[in-house]
């Protein structure tokens, strides 16, 4: 091979590099939750609740098992509206991968909550999933991103998604705590603790927040009126907006599905939707042919990529994800942390 070849070999394969970073709307994309978003964390844990057999992931390439769903779910579209990359689960990572990834990584993990108490067997709760970020933060990051303004650049610009707390509703791995209050209580003390968990992430140097609702309504129900957790969809709303008043450059834009998922059980070919709530895997060895078809993936209930994808496009360009769709969050400035 001769020299000017190589050369712009290389030229050619660091103008790629740069056009990726280029075209990324935020530096990285730092994913906390549930199944709706785990990506594998769960194939490392001791748990029922595992997607790492076939026929999830039967749409990702048929190879890539450990996401709840049958192909890409809400954190992965997320990731390619930004232009980033699918962000690893946190679990499947090497110390060395840790050190050198810089563009977002997924702590989520299915059967996990907001409250730690909330798991079916191992799992990630939000506290731990926190823990590991600020291990990311504060230890790993540093390696890739030496000093320490980028640093705090990188973390204030970057998309965090706190994509958690049905499961806290879910009597199945809620542990029966949710039992002890009534409903308005039960709402007030999930806020709290989301509350803390949103400060930590703060302290680190998170700025730009996407925070859940519930994907759909807890306990299931597709009215939206009738929903137990519209008293935690109302008390996050006004807490969140009272962080925002007193976190210095923090914003916060909140995902609520009701609206959305009640429109597409009105009307639901105009989504390219035929089965509403009919599960595509009745069981693990039955797997439906046209998977676009069903709101539903497995028999848990969880969505199809369909689902996720429809998601993800009205939370960043409609009216999903308010105040600020998530595209107008990206491209919002960031106030950057003082000091040098
Ligand atoms: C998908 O993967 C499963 C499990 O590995 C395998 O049994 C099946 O034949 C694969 N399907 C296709 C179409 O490759
Ligand atoms: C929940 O997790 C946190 C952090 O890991 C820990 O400090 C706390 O004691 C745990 N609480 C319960 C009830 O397990
Ligand atoms: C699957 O369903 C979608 C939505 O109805 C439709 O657009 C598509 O053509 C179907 N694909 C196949 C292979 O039938």
């Known amino acids: 091979m001769d020299k000017s070849f190589k050369l712009s070999l290389l030229i050619s394969s660091f103008i790629i590099v740069m056009a990726n970073n280029a075209d990324a709307l935020v530096p990285a994309l730092y994913v906390f939750g549930d199944s709706g978003v785990d990506a594998g964390n769960n194939n490392f844990l001791k748990t029922p609740a595992k997607a790492d057999k076939w026929p999830y992931g039967i749409d990702l390439n048929n190879n890539t098992r450990g996401r709840f769903t049958n192909g890409k779910n809400a954190a992965d579209f997320i990731a390619m509206l930004l232009n980033l990359p699918m ?180 009307n639901p070919k105009q989504f390219g939707i035929t089965y509403l709530d009919v599960p595509c895997c009745e069981d693990a060895s039955i797997v439906c042919a046209n998977r676009s078809e069903h709101t539903t993936f497995d028999k848990l209930g969880h969505p199809t990529e369909a689902i996720y994808k429809i998601v993800a496009l009205d939370c960043f360009y409609g009216s999903t994800c308010l105040p600020l769709s998530l595209s107008q969050l990206a491209n919002a400035p960031s106030f950057l942390p003082l000091g040098n």
């Open 87 to 266: 962000p690893p689960p946190y679990l499947s990572l090497s110390e060395v991968e840790r050190s050198r990834l810089i563009t977002g990584i997924n702590y989520g993990s299915g059967s996990c909550g907001i409250l730690n108490t909330t798991r079916a067997g191992e799992c990630l709760s939000l506290g731990k999933q926190i823990e590991y970020f600020t291990s990311t933060a504060t230890t790993d990051l540093p390696k890739a991103i030496k000093r320490p303004p980028k640093l705090r650049r990188h973390l204030a610009k970057s998309m965090y998604l706190v994509l958690i707390g049905s499961n806290d509703y879910n009597n199945m791995v809620n542990n029966g705590v949710r039992n002890k209050f009534t409903p308005q209580d039960f709402a007030q003390y999930l806020v709290e603790e989301m509350t803390n968990h949103i400060k930590k992430l703060y302290d680190v140097g998170a700025r730009k927040f996407l925070v859940s609702t519930f994907a759909s309504c807890e306990p299931k129900t597709y009215v939206p009126e009738s929903c137990e957790s519209n008293y935690y969809t109302e008390k996050l709303v006004d807490r969140l907006q009272e962080l925002q008043a007193n976190l210095f450059g923090s914003l916060f834009t909140i995902y609520d599905g009701r609206k959305l998922f009640a429109r597409i059980h009105e």
